[in-house]
């Protein structure tokens, strides 16, 4: 694994790839299991195209100790590294805001949060155009684990591979700069 020198600005994806579990599974067996009445519209705004909005509103009502989260040690030391460094380091999920907030503030070193809320869901395509936005195409280097996370290597300056899903690093192939298995 190489020690990157770039100095682009990091956005880490969360979900999978800085903590080793999907935030949307947790919601759910959290809150929707004890409140099993929830399924039904969750269910019909997930065929509405409305997830961002179930993201919503099981965050609201999701509690939660980011603490006891299972993170990626090796990474987040890297990143801790990378950090005192003078590295930017911006959270950059799928997951909703609330839950995003409350990890990065457990975690301390990112300077920014950017997460879904109740209208938009950044995720994919959506992810890799709202960091263009903020960094412009190829200023910034993006940590994911999934293939929602091809559209934004696309366009990023440094592909940083974390905890990859069967079968990704055969569809990143070589544009991998690091990674952390």
């Given at each position: 694994?190489?020690?990157?020198?770039?100095?682009?600005?990091?956005?880490?994806?969360?979900?999978?790839?800085?903590?080793?579990?999907?935030?949307?599974w947790?919601?759910?067996?959290?809150v929707?299991?004890?409140?099993?009445?929830?399924?039904?519209?969750?269910?019909?705004?997930?065929?509405?195209?409305?997830?961002?909005?179930?993201?919503?509103?099981l965050?609201?009502?999701?509690?939660?100790?980011?603490?006891?989260?299972?993170?990626?040690?090796?990474?987040?030391?890297?990143?801790?590294?990378?950090?005192?460094?003078?590295?930017?380091?911006?959270?950059?999920?799928?997951?909703?805001?609330?839950?995003?907030?409350?990890?990065?503030?457990?975690?301390?070193?990112?300077?920014?949060v950017?997460?879904?809320?109740?209208q938009?869901?950044?995720?994919?395509?959506?992810?890799?155009?709202?960091?263009?936005?903020?960094?412009?195409?190829?200023?910034?280097?993006?940590?994911?684990?999934?293939?929602?996370?091809?559209p934004?290597?696309d366009?990023?300056?440094?592909?940083?591979?974390?905890n990859?899903?069967?079968?990704l690093?055969?569809?990143?192939g070589?544009?991998?700069?690091?990674?952390?298995?």
């Open positions: 694994m190489d020690q990157s020198e770039s100095g682009l600005p990091i956005a880490v994806d969360m979900d999978g790839t800085l903590i080793l579990t999907d935030m949307s947790v919601s759910i067996k959290r929707v299991i004890r409140k099993p009445w929830r399924i039904p519209g969750m269910l019909f705004k997930e065929f509405s195209g409305k997830r961002a909005e179930w993201k919503r509103d965050a609201e009502s999701l509690l939660f100790d980011p603490g006891k989260l299972a993170y990626h040690q090796g990474f987040l030391d890297w990143l801790k590294t990378e950090h005192e460094s003078g590295r930017t380091l911006v959270l950059a999920t799928a997951s909703d805001r609330i839950i995003a907030e409350q990890v990065a503030g457990h975690v301390g070193i990112f300077s920014d950017m997460a879904s809320d109740s938009y869901n950044l995720r994919g395509e959506k992810k890799a155009e709202a960091l263009v936005s903020r960094f412009g195409e190829k200023g910034f280097a993006y940590a994911g684990n999934s293939k929602h996370d091809l934004v290597w366009r990023c300056g440094e592909v940083i591979v974390v990859p899903e069967r079968g690093l055969d569809k990143v070589n544009a991998a700069d690091i990674i952390f298995e």
